[in-house]
């Protein structure tokens, strides 16, 4: 009798478990299914700590005021912020986790261009919408109807610097190209095609992401006399360059691409009169403009680069996509963020092309008393 009670105790015990655990799961699916989960992938740590850290900014400032103002659709979002450190395999182990395990809607990333095409193919594959708030590399959406970017593309801004140089009657330039990066080839051979039609001459030099001496190839471009330098590169390495280059007494006209943005950080004063093509100045007085810069620096105690603001601009097209979207399904949403178009946003207005790319004005920033001010638009 005593055996029988027990077993019976211990049915009715199994029989409570499961009914909690039943409850308990359909509780964090009802959670689950109020929210909308995004993925983050950028370098935090790192040498491209100070892009992947301004796009999460950014990215994070949109996702609050969304949430705060109700969310999406009654859905909160709920950011999956992973650290690639700029490795191509961490971000590739990123994505798969994101999508196996996080069971995230899209994913916002990368950063540069070498990570996020490490990632694009994958997301073409999973049919998970990717959008790179900065990688600029055309090979990036190419061939890929789930891949998007908010950014312009390195041959877009390329064309758009040497026609701009040329507008300036500059008849011969001075190129540093660094040969081991996308980026830098990229914007450097758009340059060098659009140079070549206009009539500029072009004397070229090329160096790899592991130099870190300049000298050799800074004296023999001194030689040649051109009037003036053009740098597609980040701003680190443009830092140690341009210093070296004023040791070495060239004191030209400095242009460069839109990876200069975060120079004026450590090489304000030696990159004194540079001008770079970027996409955002803080001396816009549009008033989206304005009301983003003042939210930002309340939240962070910092100005905002064009990296946060791109990474702000792109929760609002997603934002903008999620609403509309007829479900949460990959091909929902990927035909919901085709059909964003027209939209202003902090960088300009939105206008994607077949290929997903944005087509923007773009902003001329000059480097004035270590700070960025506003050149022109063109």
Known sequence: MKERKKYMKRILLTALLLIIFIVSCGEKKSADSNVIKIGVIAPLTGNYAQYG?????????????????????????????ADSKGDVQESVNAFKKMVSQDKVTAVIGEVVSATTQAISDLAQT?????????????????????????????????????????????????????SSND????????????????????????????????KAILTKLKGQNTEAMFIPDYYNTIGLIISQARDLGINTRYFGGDGWDGIQTDFGEVAEGAVFASQFSAEDTSEIVQKFINS???????????????????????????????????????????????????????????????????????????????????
């Open 183 to 214: 980026y830098s080839v990229g914007v450097a051979n758009a340059f060098k095609e659009q140079a070549a039609k206009d009539g500029i001459n072009i004397v070229e030099e090329k160096y790899t992401g592991d130099d870190k001496n300049f």
């Open 296 to 378: 930002y620096k309340t939240e962070y105690k910092k100005e905002p680069t064009m990296f946060a603001a791109l990474g702000y601009d792109t929760v609002e097209i997603l934002g903008t996509a999620l609403k509309s979207s007829k479900d949460l399904t990959g091909s929902s949403i990927k035909e919901a963020l085709n059909n964003v178009n027209g939209i202003e946003l902090i960088t300009g207005k939105l206008k994607f092309d077949a290929d997903r790319n944005p087509e923007k004005s773009v902003t001329f920033i000059e480097i004035k008393g270590g700070k960025l001010t506003l050149k022109e638009k063109f």
């Open 53 to 81: 850290t301004a796009v999460k900014d950014g990215v994070e400032l949109k996702v609050n005021e969304i949430n705060k103002a109700g969310g999406i659709n009654g859905k909160k979002i709920e950011l999956i912020i």
């Open 126 to 178: 999973a049919k998970v919408p990717l959008i790179s708030a900065t990688a600029t590399s055309i090979d990036v959406t190419k061939g890929k109807d789930y891949v998007f970017r908010t950014t312009f593309t390195d041959p877009y801004q390329g064309t758009a610097t040497a026609k701009y140089i040329h507008s300036k009657g500059i008849k011969s330039v001075a190129i540093l190209t660094n």
